[in-house]
């Protein structure tokens, strides 16, 4: 919030689908529009792969057609219609499905896309690394909570073009 959130018209929120990010986006972002990570689930789609196929199986393109359609009604029916006979690998894979089947809502990738919405967390994950990576993880260097907290700050101040306001804020 203190860095404008609330002048966003649409709040979205990246993550990787685990249950604990619903409360998260509830209690710090309400009326975010949570995505699952497109990259998760496509390694989802690729752990059913591999336990149909083996460590080298990849997701079949009409799997990822699915994925990326957002339909992911037919595409639990397709990556469930022939579940292994070894029950470790039948328990595994219903987990991946279900994975699927809960976060069916936040996957919608073809609505987002025509929003211009972003539905994977590589660009943030590169703006992390450029902006606060290669600040802090120099050689040599060790930070305090407070000292690292006050230099990403302060660097996205800078990389943001916001450096002159946040000075002009400052001034008694």
Known sequence: MRRGLEQAKTVIVLTDGARDNHTLVQTHFPGGVPIVDWFHAYAHLTAIAQILGGPEAQAPQAWRDRLEAGDSGRLV???????????????????????????????????????????????????????????????????SVPGANAIIALRCCILSGRFEDFWASRTP
């Not at 919608?108 to 896309?113: E, I, L, V």
């Open 77 to 143: 029916r397709q990556a469930g219609k022939h579940l292994p006979a070894p029950a470790q690998s039948k328990k595994s894979r219903l987990k991946q499905l279900r994975y699927f089947e809960k976060n069916a809502s936040q996957r919608r990738y073809a609505q987002y896309h025509e929003k211009k919405s972003f539905g994977g967390s590589g660009v943030v994950e590169a703006g992390c690394r450029t902006v606060i990576g290669e600040r802090l993880k120099q050689s040599g260097m060790r930070w």
